[in-house]
């Protein structure tokens, strides 16, 4: 990912914080050289400083089977905004776009039924704790043929991040007159992405202490 050095976020706290709370990803890999990509949700989990993301496909999505070949990249994105040039103090400036995203790269591990019930296990209950903590004792007392039909319809994943880059984009190129005027304009927007834009970037400027 392109990434100026106004933009670039290095802190893997902030970067896990923001997947876990944007974890709807696209997770992109290459299969016989094309680029293929599906959108799933994504666990993520540290331990001893190692960033894993856990999910899986539907067993007839072809994209699992370029896994542990080469790297894949998970893609995470939030809310984004345009941001009009009159809010800059030159008169010669362009519109541009505020948005934040992080990219995770890494070798997808498979996991299957067959391979390992325990790790398939293991990944079910990551995901339900995860998004829905409600149906966790509802899956627990369904029948052992009906979780292992389940089970036998997809392919589950682990990948142990090696690269991690994030892109706050949020005009720290700009002064700091102009970062307020672009935040408290996105602040009075009644779109949600607009707004959320403005609160993060009132929240960057208030951390720099501008």
């Not at 989990?45 to 894993?52: E, F, L, M, S, Y």
């Not at 990249?73 to 776009?97: D, M, Q």
């Not at 995770?104 to 998004?131: E, F, H």
Request: aromatic fraction near 10%; glycine fraction near 4%.
């Amino acid at each position: 990912m392109y990434i100026p050095d106004a933009f670039r976020e290095d802190d893997v706290e902030k970067l896990v914080a923001f997947m876990r709370a944007n974890s709807f990803a696209t997770l992109v890999s290459i299969r016989e050289d094309i680029p293929v990509a599906s959108h799933i949700p994504l666990v993520i989990t540290v331990q001893d400083n190692v960033v894993k993301l856990t999910g899986h496909l539907a067993k007839p999505n072809p994209q699992w089977k370029a896994f542990e070949a080469r790297e894949s990249l998970a893609i995470f994105t939030g809310p984004h905004a345009y941001i009009a040039p009159s809010l800059y103090e030159k008169h010669e400036s362009v519109p541009t776009w505020n948005y934040i995203a992080v990219h995770a790269y890494g070798v997808p591990q498979v996991i299957t039924l067959s391979n390992s019930r325990k790790l398939m296990d293991k990944m079910i209950d990551q995901m339900i704790d995860t998004y829905g903590a409600d149906y966790k004792s509802q899956w627990h007392s369904l029948s052992n043929s009906f979780q292992e039909g389940m089970m036998k319809g997809i392919v589950g994943f682990e990948m142990t991040v090696t690269r991690l880059e994030g892109k706050y984009k949020l005009s720290q190129n700009r002064s700091s007159t102009e970062q307020h005027n672009v935040a408290h304009s996105l602040l009075q927007s009644k779109d949600p992405d607009t707004y959320a834009v403005g609160a993060t970037m009132q929240q960057n400027l208030e951390d720099s202490g501008q």
